[in-house]
């Protein structure tokens, strides 16, 4: 059994600042990417940041979606490699959302995971 457990939503003024977390636990083999998701009331889910966290040649590449980028920044523990972060700053109102984390990884075999989801709000 595989679960991602999301933390670090929350309210912040314009401007703001947050940290959400994701660990991903249970009987993992390995992990291909991990993904950061967000869906605004009356919006579909959209792909926020991504991380590459398996194989050779693209290991460590992050890819953002234009809204994000020069403000969030995606990264994973070293130390605990299932655990993944994304640094959220000079936050809008328009990243209210709930953000949901991913997982592409290999436990009896391979698929896809997701978080229960954290809110954040931005508001003053």
């Known amino acids: 059994q595989v679960q991602l457990v999301e933390s670090g939503g929350g309210l912040v003024q314009p401007g703001g600042s947050l940290r959400l977390s994701c660990a991903a636990s249970?009987?993992?083999?390995?992990?291909?990417?991990m993904k950061w998701y967000r869906q605004a009331p009356g919006k579909e889910r959209e792909l926020v940041a991504s991380i590459i966290s398996g194989g050779s040649t693209n290991y460590g590449s992050t890819n953002y979606a234009d809204s994000v980028k020069g403000r969030f920044t995606i990264s994973r523990d070293n130390a605990a490699k299932n655990t993944v972060y994304l640094q959220m700053n000079s936050l809008k109102p328009d990243d209210t959302a709930v953000y949901y984390c991913?997982?592409?990884?290999?436990?009896?075999?391979?698929?896809?995971?997701w978080g229960q989801g954290t809110q954040v709000t931005v508001s003053s």
């Open positions: 991913n997982a592409d990884l290999i436990s009896d075999y391979r698929r896809t995971y």
């Open positions: 249970g009987s993992i083999r390995s992990i291909n990417a």
